[in-house]
């Protein structure tokens, strides 16, 4: 995909959303928040936070508990592992699934924005073959797409905690950003 077709599809995909939240019934938004919603908070696109990446997969698929934040344990399998550098920094992020027959990678992550600019539990990417595998078997990780967890927006969702294993040190400027602190500057 070229530059500018990848960035009609961001800005699609982000209308969209931004169109669920304010009308759908099933927003994670309360009805007098959709009424007063102006939109999610991005970064700017930045292409330097695309990658296409080999999945190194675990031959071993070990289960991880997870606490979610309403204190309940969730089992993750640790699928594989994607290998990237940012800023000349050598990263690393944890691939996950919920159960082995399930297509879909589920790449939870914490960066340096974490509690600053960005959830401060972090943000999510979901990696679906059709949509994120190239041809060549290389996965498409692309932060740009970083959301938040729907408890983000309401204490009545129960998301996953992000591992420690997958803490990034260096800051991720893709993606979404904390709603919290929008919703604040009005």
């Known amino acids: 995909m070229e530059i500018s077709e990848w960035k009609k599809y961001i800005k699609a995909e982000r209308k969209q959303k931004d169109g669920f939240f304010k009308m759908h019934f099933q927003s994670p938004l309360s009805f007098d928040e959709r009424q007063q919603f102006k939109g999610l908070n991005y970064y700017p696109l930045g292409p330097g936070y695309r990658f296409k990446l080999q999945l190194q997969e675990h031959k071993e698929k070990e289960i991880l508990k997870v606490e979610d934040t309403q ?64 041809s060549e078997g290389k996965w498409v990780l692309d932060f740009n797409e970083a959301y938040n967890p729907w408890c983000a927006y309401s204490k009545d969702y129960a998301c996953p905690f992000t591992p420690p294993e997958n803490w990034l040190k260096v800051p991720i400027y893709a993606g979404e950003k904390d709603y919290l602190l929008k919703s604040r500057e009005r």
């Open 71 to 134: 204190g309940k344990e969730r089992e993750l399998l640790r699928w594989g592992e994607f290998k990237f550098k940012v800023s000349d920094v050598d990263c690393k992020l944890q691939a996950y699934k919920s159960s082995p027959e399930e297509t879909r990678l589920f790449v939870p992550f914490r960066d340096a924005t974490s509690g600053k600019e960005t959830y401060g539990a972090g943000r999510y990417l979901d990696l679906e073959t059709e949509k994120h595998q190239t």
